[in-house]
């Protein structure tokens, strides 16, 4: 599985953006998906996390209320859009897919668990 993140960029606080990850190869259907951020100086955290049928979804506290994690696997991608964003989410983010799941229903948010990589999608949020 390769994985293509976009959609990052510079926003002013409490501003949009819509992050996507587009997925190559065919088992996208059969993987869940997350989010990660990983700011400067920081360890990548998880963001948010989605199953594969799409059912069932996680957040980091951080973002409750703000972002929302779907998924479109007739077109291999999974999307974050962010809401009211704050400096504080300014970070480099990256998708992860990882394709041997417990359950259509199973979420993952540690790193550890996740197979494959994207490869990051600066967002910069200023004040």
């Known amino acids: 599985v390769q994985l293509q993140a976009s959609g990052g960029g510079l926003v002013q606080a409490g501003g949009s953006l819509r992050l996507a990850c587009e997925a190559s190869g065919r088992t996208f259907s059969s993987s869940a998906m997350g989010w990660f951020r990983q700011a400067p100086g920081k360890e990548r955290e998880f963001v948010a996390g989605?199953?594969?049928?799409?059912?069932?979804?996680s957040y980091a506290d951080s973002v409750k209320g703000r972002f929302r994690i779907f998924r479109d696997n007739a077109n291999h991608t999974a999307y974050l859009p962010m809401n009211s964003l704050k400096p504080e989410d300014t970070a480099v983010y990256y998708c992860?897919?990882?394709?041997?799941?417990?359950?259509?229903?199973?979420?993952?948010?540690?790193?550890?668990?996740?197979?494959?990589w994207g490869q990051g999608t600066q967002v910069t949020v200023s004040s």
């Open positions: 989605i199953s594969l049928s799409g059912i069932r979804t």
């Open positions: 992860a897919a990882r394709i041997y799941v417990a359950s259509s229903s199973s979420v993952y948010s540690r790193r550890s668990e996740y197979n494959y």
